[in-house]
């Protein structure tokens, strides 16, 4: 198993930029595919972001494409989301998730086995 905790959440301007961290305990991260999800008060949990294993593969939302950075860090047991040019339809709270499954992990947060509690991103305009 495989705990997650998110950090790095805040308040921004639009067009400003924050780095959210994802550190995780337990087995070991290389186990695991790794993404990021956000979800505002009565909306479904959106898919943001994935990374392979490896940390060759990515893949982002056609909201943050261009903006947002996936990257991952094993030896750290840290997984990243670096987002620039904030937008205020980017605030959210936002949670990494981790599939023991998938080399890849999914798009849809039913493919993912572990969750952190979340990050609040507050973007002003």
């Known amino acids: 198993q495989v705990q997650l905790g998110e950090s790095g959440g805040g308040l921004v301007q639009a067009g400003g930029s924050l780095r959210l961290s994802c550190v995780t305990s337990g087995r070991a991260l290389s186990s695991y595919a790794m993404g990021w999800f956000r979800q505002g008060p009565g909306k479904e949990r959106e898919f943001v972001a994935r990374?392979?294993?490896?940390?060759?593969?990515?893949d982002y939302a056609d909201s943050v494409k261009g903006r947002f950075i996936i990257s991952r860090d094993d030896a750290k047991n840290t997984v990243y989301l670096q987002m620039n040019s904030l937008r205020p339809e980017d605030t959210d709270i936002y949670y990494c998730?981790?599939?023991?499954?998938?080399?890849?992990?999914?798009?849809?947060?039913?493919?993912?086995?572990?969750w952190g509690q979340g990050t609040q991103v507050t973007v002003s305009s």
């Open positions: 998730a981790a599939d023991s499954f998938r080399y890849f992990g999914a798009t849809g947060p039913s493919g993912y086995q572990y």
């Open positions: 990374i392979g294993r490896s940390g060759g593969n990515t």
